[in-house]
């Protein structure tokens, strides 16, 4: 939460040039004793250099700064928010089944971010930066020259297919997704369109990607997206997609398995999990890939 609270206050920001806790309370309009307080304990947990009274970014809170290409800021800010509010309420997603979130904002994450403009925004900026790197070798993995386009539905802010474009510039893309979300994208040279993955998604695309998006829903939910999927496709139309499965990772996946409880009602699956609800409305599965360290990339075909 202190470093939460200096990213909220932008204090890594201002900080790429060494200051005293004096300087730094004038220029933000911040109480200086308790300023001091924060200053000590990031320096004390190793997120600033500090010489003398002068307090300075070290090479972690850089990351922290708005402007750096691979900051985290946002989701550091993602994950001390609701996401915290949230887990204080774990045991009863333990206790019934369902999102603590939900009990606690009185509605699903999804709804709750479209009613908050600045949240959504958030949100999607903390998405975007993890998905930046996250998605970088993905024109390497897959080959996606093969098809004449490739919608990525639940895209958000467009890290996959700014990727995909690089590698692939004649390719046709489409991103797809909530009306507030697309309003926002910046990405150039792909087609925008909004809508609601539960109630149809457009025929424009001979190859689907779904990226981190069924990992947010229950095996209800995830089926009806699928569906929707299997319709806008061609025959022979393929569908990419990209999660962490828990059997393919070294690492063990429960606390974000707890996490997207806590927050969606849903949790991480096996690559069989996928697998199967994908052959439930009628795909074929085709083949798998590793993405990265983390992400594995399944294939199939309508
Ligand atoms: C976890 S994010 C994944 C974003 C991106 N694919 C990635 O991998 O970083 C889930 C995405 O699903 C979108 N989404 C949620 N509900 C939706 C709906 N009903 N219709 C369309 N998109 C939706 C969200 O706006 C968000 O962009």
Redesign the pocket.
């Known amino acids: 939460m202190a470093v939460s609270a200096a990213c909220k206050l932008n204090l890594f920001d201002n900080l790429q040039v060494a200051k005293t806790a004096k300087q730094l309370a004038n220029e933000l309009s911040l109480n200086e004793d308790n300023l001091l307080s924060l200053l000590n304990a990031l320096h004390n947990v190793g997120y600033l250099e500090k010489n003398s009274d002068l307090y300075k970014v070290n090479y972690l809170s850089e990351l922290l700064t708005e402007n750096n290409p691979e900051s985290l800021k946002y989701a550091c800010l993602n994950w001390s928010a609701e996401h915290l509010t949230a887990w204080q309420k774990l045991d009863f997603s333990i206790k019934t089944g369902n999102s603590s979130f939900e009990e606690i904002f009185k509605k699903p994450f999804?709804d709750y971010?479209n009613d908050n403009p600045e949240k959504l925004n958030a949100y999607?900026k903390a998405?975007?930066q993890?998905?930046k790197d996250?998605?970088k070798t993905l024109p390497d993995v897959i080959d996606f020259s093969k098809h004449k386009s490739v919608m990525?539905?639940?895209?958000?802010y467009g890290?996959?297919l700014e990727n995909i474009k690089k590698k692939n510039p004649n390719l046709d893309c489409v991103l797809?997704?909530?009306e507030k979300?697309v309003e926002n994208v910046t990405v150039s040279n792909i087609k925008k369109i909004s809508?609601?993955?539960?109630n149809k998604i457009p025929n424009q695309s001979e190859a689907i990607i779904l990226?981190?998006?069924l990992?947010?829903w229950n095996n209800e939910k995830a089926n009806i997206i699928l569906l929707n999927c299997f319709e806008a496709l061609p025959k022979n139309g393929i569908l990419y997609i990209?999660e962490n499965c828990t059997d393919k990772i070294k690492i063990d996946l429960s606390l974000l398995s707890l996490n997207m409880a806590a927050m969606c009602n849903s949790y991480e699956r096996t690559s069989n999990q996928y697998i199967s609800l994908c052959e439930n409305v009628r795909f074929y599965f085709d083949s798998e890939t590793k993405l990265n360290e983390l992400q594995t990339i399944l294939i199939f075909k309508k």
């Open positions: 999804f971010l999607h998405m975007y993890y998905a996250d998605y990525d539905v639940g895209g958000g890290a996959v797809f997704d909530l979300v809508g609601n993955f539960f990226s981190r998006v990992h947010d990209i």
